[in-house]
């Protein structure tokens, strides 16, 4: 997925920086969902509000689990 987003990027006119960084971030997207149930995020069925409530957190989650002070450009 990080090489796709970051091809794309460079497609479309990123300078290649801009397009590592796409490329990294899509890596790192949905990191957080490893602190989510495995009900939740291979649940089948619909999730009910409360659910959908969580997995939403999942981005919030994961920026915990990067360290202090990692700042993009």
Known sequence: MGRLAERL?????CPPIGAALVGLAAQLHDLGK??????????PDPLTPQEWKLLKSHTSLGQYMLPPGLDFP
Not at 9 to 13: E, L, N, P, T, Y
Not at 34 to 43: F, G, Q, V
Request: proline share 7%; hydrophobic share 45%.
């Open 9 to 13: 990027a460079a497609q479309v006119g």
């Open 34 to 43: 490893i602190s989510l149930p495995r009900e939740i995020t291979a649940k």
